[in-house]
């Protein structure tokens, strides 16, 4: 579980907020952002002191560089249990403030402060703690000097669980085996909002921080709001040979899951597609590789969820919310829990979803061991119900009819009502044909007999399996061959809609497609 928090002070998020504070603590008549120089002055010196003390590394993001590569490579080298592992400076985008020049009704100026955006420095403390292992906080170097906690929950669950001496195997940032699931997954629950609150107090301590002691007795301390929350859920293969195989099953399988009727499914929320108060966002399917692993994204306004094959070894299922709004829940860290719950609860959805075209191979021996001849314990060869046979076929669709029946039904039941599916009069069917039809449905836990009586029930597989054969032999082979046997196309639906008539002075309306839109993108 990945997590991006917003630390910020909340009196200084407004232009008021900023003029209260040259005001009060800075006990300047004018307002103005000029003031606020020395301050970023005094942070940066701070800064720099901190790591020349410190013999800190210090790095200058080029345009480019990943910096959790830089981190990596950092932290091959770091021995020590906990500290800062190096320094980063990069210029990045972010709000600001500015103070502009205004005239009033006699021409005179005054300046007038306005929140805009521009490129600043900021500085990334690259940490390890004991707790949360590796981590970062990074300051903006202006006003009102904001910053962001970026934690791995993953890591403190591997950290916590060493130190209760829980056996695992790690896979990057995740679990590959455990002892005891059940205890791992109470050291998780254990993550809160106060948790991670502390590392931020504990840190903010140690590193050097832009407001003084006078600041903060006034009031003005940093808080924590949730900007990013990432859930993610690592399911190991039994087989990682046949991963990449069954992950492209998925993909191929899947390309509608964006689709606003399919994703108010994953996520249990609903869409409103039209009037005033539509649901906004872009609702798609996006099927991204990098390098030669795909990845399936499904994307819910400002969520996405993203599946892909980790290592050729496990799945992995990840729900990212980026503006905890789009679940109208607010941003503070007492929220958290209601986020978890919908973060996994979203990844558990998109993975049943799956599972409704997963493993053919699977699929392929069931349907096997129903149309193929089957040999017992005791080593009795009962042949196999054939599919698009009118014999198995009556038998399937019989099972459907016993299913009502509370006290099941008997051999001359059978006899009888197959013989009518078949056309045929029951009594040329013999009671041994009836006795080797039962033999095959039982032999396949289609049905099972009532103990003490000569009577036999539907099982829910029999159920099951019955009710999608049929469907399948009536709904789709036959009818999809008269089409094929009759010779001629199919019309398309615009083909089937009477010509508009129009008037000569009259242009024709242009048809519209009025089914959302779909995106499948291949990068």
């Known amino acids: 579980m990945r997590q991006l928090r917003n630390v910020y002070v909340p009196g200084l998020q407004y232009a008021p907020g900023l003029v209260a504070y040259v005001h009060r603590q800075l006990g300047l008549p004018i307002a103005s952002t000029a003031p606020l120089a020395r301050i970023t002055d005094r942070f940066a010196a701070a800064v720099h002191r901190f790591a020349d003390t410190r013999r800190i590394p210090w790095v200058d993001f080029v345009k480019g560089q990943r910096k959790d590569d830089v981190m990596h490579e950092y932290l091959e080298h770091f021995a020590a249990p906990e500290g800062v592992v190096f320094i980063g400076r990069a210029q990045e985008k972010t709000p600001l403030f500015r103070t502009e020049k205004r005239r009033d009704a006699d021409g005179n100026s005054y300046p007038w402060i306005v929140k805009t955006t521009g490129m600043v420095n900021h500085y990334y403390f690259y940490c390890v703690d004991a707790d949360f292992g590796p981590f970062f906080l990074k300051f903006c170097s202006y006003f009102p000097y904001n910053a962001k906690l970026c934690i791995n929950g993953h890591h403190w669950a591997q950290r916590q669980a060493a130190r209760a001496g829980l056996g695992f195997t790690a896979l990057d940032n995740a679990f590959a085996a455990v002892d005891d699931p059940d205890a791992l997954q109470a050291i998780c629950d254990r993550l809160t909002g106060p948790r991670i609150d502390a590392l931020l107090r504990k840190w903010l301590a140690i590193l050097p921080d832009p407001?003084?002691?006078?600041?903060?007795?006034?009031?003005?301390?940093?808080?924590?709001?949730?900007?990013?929350?990432?859930?993610?859920?690592?399911?190991?293969?039994?087989?990682?040979?046949?991963?990449?195989?069954?992950?492209?099953?998925?993909?191929?399988?899947?390309?509608?899951?964006?689709?606003?009727?399919?994703?108010?499914?994953?996520?249990?929320?609903?869409?409103?597609?039209?009037?005033?108060?539509?649901?906004?966002?872009?609702?798609?399917?996006?099927?991204?590789?990098?390098?030669?692993?795909?990845?399936?994204?499904?994307?819910?306004?400002?969520?996405?969820?993203?599946?892909?094959?980790?290592?050729?070894?496990?799945?992995?299922?990840?729900?990212?919310?980026?503006?905890?709004?789009?679940f109208h829940l607010g941003k503070r860290l007492t929220h958290l829990p209601a986020l978890r719950e919908i973060g996994f609860h979203a990844n558990r959805r998109l993975l049943r979803a799956g599972r409704l075209s997963h493993d053919?191979?699977?699929?392929?021996?069931?349907?096997?061991?129903?149309?193929?001849?089957?040999?017992?314990?005791?080593?009795?060869?009962?042949?196999?119900?054939?599919?698009?046979?009118?014999?198995?076929?009556?038998?399937?669709?019989?099972?459907?009819?016993?299913?009502?029946?509370?006290?099941g039904f008997t051999n001359k039941d059978l006899r009888n009502l197959t013989g009518e599916l078949r056309g045929l009069d029951p009594g040329t069917v013999s009671t041994g044909q009836m006795t080797y039809d039962l033999r095959r449905l039982k032999t396949r836990n289609l049905i099972v007999r009532i103990e003490g009586t000569h009577r036999y029930q539907v099982t829910n597989h029999g159920l099951d399996t019955a009710k999608f054969l049929t469907c399948v032999h009536d709904r789709v082979?036959?009818?999809?061959?008269?089409?094929?046997?009759?010779?001629?196309?199919?019309?398309?639906?615009?083909?089937?809609?009477?010509?508009?008539?129009?008037?000569?002075?009259?242009?024709?309306?242009?048809?519209?497609?009025?089914?959302?839109?779909?995106?499948?993108s291949r990068t």
């Open 360 to 407: 053919p191979i699977t699929g392929a021996d069931v349907l096997a061991a129903i149309t193929g001849p089957v040999t017992t314990a005791t080593g009795t060869r009962v042949p196999g119900l054939r599919f698009a046979d009118q014999r198995s076929h009556a038998l399937l669709s019989a099972l459907l009819v016993f299913r009502l029946h509370p006290n």
């Open 211 to 326: 407001f003084t002691d006078a600041d903060r007795d006034a009031g003005y301390r940093y808080d924590l709001s949730i900007l990013q929350a990432e859930f993610s859920l690592t399911q190991m293969l039994d087989a990682p040979v046949s991963g990449r195989v069954f992950f492209e099953q998925v993909i191929r399988d899947n390309l509608d899951l964006g689709r606003p009727d399919q994703v108010q499914l994953v996520f249990d929320r609903r869409l409103m597609r039209r009037g005033p108060r539509a649901t906004p966002g872009r609702f798609r399917t996006r099927v991204i590789t990098e390098g030669v692993i795909p990845s399936l994204h499904v994307d819910y306004k400002h969520t996405t969820i993203k599946q892909y094959h980790k290592e050729g070894r496990a799945l992995r299922t990840e729900t990212t919310i980026n503006d905890t709004r789009d």
């Open 477 to 520: 082979l036959r009818t999809g061959l008269s089409e094929l046997a009759a010779g001629q196309p199919r019309p398309a639906a615009c083909d089937q809609l009477p010509p508009p008539t129009a008037s000569p002075s009259t242009p024709l309306p242009t048809q519209r497609n009025s089914r959302p839109e779909i995106s499948s």
